[in-house]
């Protein structure tokens, strides 16, 4: 019976310090999960706020806690696409895709960071793979099959879409270009050009939708500008007034479309409540100036016209 004891003492040792050791480890689980839960979190705020950089430094804090997390790889992907670095970009996205094969959004992804270097071969090849997952996105592949300059590839899989009842106004669009394609010929023109250029403002406003950023949005407007495609100018610009109501420069370009379209009062409007946000900037202020004075003409008001034409003339003098 006295042999027994030892036994017994050494058996509930080594059940408490078990108990013990176990409930360290869960500790330390804990204490790692809510930290990798902060970093995220502030990798996808610092993402938001277009500080991507920052965001990477806290999403390696993230991969230093679980190397094998695809949350963090999609959004060092992401980050880095941002970046325009796309070595980086490719290679997390290529290793979520290992695990998740099938999945959507990662290989969308994929094609955002084929498109933005221009790698239509290998895009087309990625969205195959969504199309067999998602037929909706059959219009995607129609726009990368004509980047690509395979019209016939576009052209059979439009008559597809429409055989399955999934045309868009998108879809009709790009039949539309085609049908224009083949009437003028192959050889390079004037209106080869503007519909190609249409097809490139398509790809920025892509590129915008995922992005909402405001380098891109100016350069879409420019282009519309440039193509005379005042009806999307001024319908982009209002929008985006909604995202942001304090840049001068979208008032302008709204006023400017309104002028083109013949809403003249309404283009005062805007242009009057624009050119307060415009601050130390004679340029622009010149520029409004000058649309208030096309505004009041079309309104066959010519002193008006006349008086905002001299104040846009007296900017233009002080440079």
């Keep these: 019976m006295k042999n027994q004891k030892p036994h017994s003492v050494f058996f509930i040792g080594m059940l408490f310090f078990s108990f013990i050791s176990s409930a360290q480890t869960i500790d330390i689980a804990e204490e790692n999960n809510l930290k990798f839960q902060t970093h995220f979190f502030e990798a996808l705020k610092q993402k938001a706020i277009k500080n991507y950089s920052?965001?990477?430094e806290n999403l390696e804090k993230c991969y230093e806690i679980d190397l094998l997390n695809t949350s963090v790889e999609f959004e060092f992907s992401k980050n880095y696409l941002l970046l325009e670095n796309y070595f980086e970009a490719t290679f997390f996205i290529n290793k979520t895709l290992i695990k998740e094969p099938k999945n959507r959004h990662l290989l969308k992804h994929k094609v955002a960071i084929l498109e933005s270097?221009?790698?239509?071969?290998?895009?087309?090849?990625?969205?195959?793979?969504?199309?067999?997952?998602?037929?909706?996105?059959?219009?995607?592949?129609?726009?990368?099959y004509i980047q690509n300059r395979e019209f016939k590839k576009a052209e059979q899989l439009i008559v597809k879409i429409e055989k399955n009842a999934l045309s868009t106004q998108r879809i009709k669009g790009f039949k539309i270009y085609l049908e224009n394609r083949k009437k003028t010929g192959i050889t390079i023109n004037t209106k080869e050009v503007l519909i190609t250029e249409n097809l490139a403002i398509e790809t920025l406003k892509e590129k915008y939708?995922?992005?909402?950023?405001?380098?891109?949005?100016?350069?879409?407007?420019?282009?519309?500008?440039?193509?005379?495609?005042?009806?999307?100018?001024?319908?982009?610009?209002?929008?985006?007034?909604?995202?942001?109501?304090?840049?001068?420069?979208?008032?302008?370009?709204?006023?400017?479309?309104?002028?083109?379209?013949?809403?003249?009062?309404?283009?005062i409007n805007v242009l009057t409540l624009g050119i307060d946000f415009v601050i130390d900037n004679t340029t622009l202020e010149a520029e409004f100036y000058e649309q208030l004075s096309n505004s009041y003409?079309?309104?066959?008001?010519?002193?008006?016209?006349?008086?905002?034409?001299?104040?846009?003339?007296?900017?233009?003098?002080?440079?």
């Design 54 to 56: 920052k965001a990477i």
């Design 117 to 144: 270097q221009r790698n239509f071969k290998e895009a087309i090849k990625t969205q195959l793979k969504i199309v067999e997952i998602n037929p909706k996105s059959s219009t995607k592949l129609v726009l990368l």
């Design 209 to 267: 939708n995922q992005t909402k950023e405001y380098k891109i949005l100016t350069i879409i407007l420019n282009k519309e500008v440039e193509n005379k495609l005042f009806r999307s100018l001024y319908n982009d610009s209002k929008e985006a007034l909604e995202i942001f109501p304090a840049q001068p420069f979208l008032y302008k370009m709204n006023g400017l479309a309104s002028n083109k379209l013949g809403k003249y009062k309404e283009a």
């Design 297 to 319: 003409l079309g309104l066959a008001q010519p002193k008006e016209a006349l008086k905002y034409k001299q104040k846009a003339e007296e900017l233009k003098k002080q440079h």
